[in-house]
């Protein structure tokens, strides 16, 4: 199985400030059709995990463009160009070259 | 609109078996690049996808559960059932459908259902 990490774990934030969480994957995310499929998710307080990026870099709809996604093979970046009050939650990447696994979150708080 | 809506038992003993069941809207179970998956999240912890159902109905599953785990479907009732066998205590968790379109995982989630196992 595709084992995924994520560094930090907790991340204190200024409004206005940029961000940057960090994933790895056990192995390479890049299939031999040429895709890399490496995703992220933001969990608000209380709320269902919701979509942000798609292979590796793609916005999803209504995503803001302050949210980016950057990386290949095994390491991945996901950054916030200017924190603000609403991206507060818990950030996930996840694979699904194979099945799907989820790394154990990123805490991101003001 | 798409919705997705779990349903079951907030309470189940160990030893049981837990079934919940995913009543989709505003797509297809059986459209061509649709799927639905089970996920869970333990109170304070990281999810876990726990299963998946593709359009042609093949199944995927969690390789550390899958000897517990059983879906399917009835696409004329747009449901997923998930059934989990001898629930424990660690089971405890808010248990989530998701759809899968395509290359969109999880692109649609539900509101989750949160399944206690005790005593």
């Known amino acids: 199985d595709i084992v995924m990490t994520q560094t930090p774990l907790s991340l204190s934030v200024t409004l206005g400030q940029p961000a940057s969480i960090s994933c790895k994957s056990s192995?390479?995310?890049?299939?031999?059709?040429?895709?890399?499929?490496l995703y992220w998710y933001l969990q608000k307080p209380g709320q269902s995990p919701h979509l942000l990026i798609y292979?590796?870099?793609s916005r999803f709809s209504g995503v803001p463009d302050r949210f980016s996604g950057s990386g290949s093979g095994t390491d991945f970046t996901l950054k916030i160009s200017r924190v603000e009050a609403e991206d507060v939650g818990v950030y996930y990447c996840?694979?699904?070259?194979?099945?799907?696994?989820f790394g154990p979150g990123t805490k991101v708080d003001i | 609109q798409v919705t997705l809506n779990e349903s079951g038992p907030v309470l189940v003993k160990p030893t049981e078996t837990l079934t919940l069941t995913c009543t989709v809207s505003?797509?297809?179970?059986?459209?061509?690049?649709?799927?639905v998956s089970w996920l869970r999240q333990p109170p304070g912890k990281a999810l876990e996808w726990l299963v998946h159902?593709?359009?042609?109905?093949?199944?995927a599953y969690s390789t550390s559960l899958k000897s517990r785990l059983t879906i399917s479907r009835d696409t004329s009732k747009s449901q997923v059932v998930l059934t989990m066998t001898n629930m424990d205590p660690v089971d405890t968790a808010t248990y989530y459908c998701?759809?899968?379109?395509?290359?969109?995982?999880?692109?649609?989630w539900g509101l989750g259902t949160l399944v206690t196992v005790s005593s």
């Open positions: 998701a759809r899968v379109n395509s290359l969109l995982p999880f692109d649609y």
């Open positions: 505003g797509f297809s179970l059986s459209s061509a690049r649709m799927g």
């Open positions: 159902i593709f359009s042609n109905d093949e199944k």
């Open positions: 192995q390479s995310l890049l299939h031999s059709d040429g895709k890399t499929y």
């Open positions: 292979e590796v870099s």
């Open positions: 996840m694979q699904d070259k194979h099945l799907f696994s």
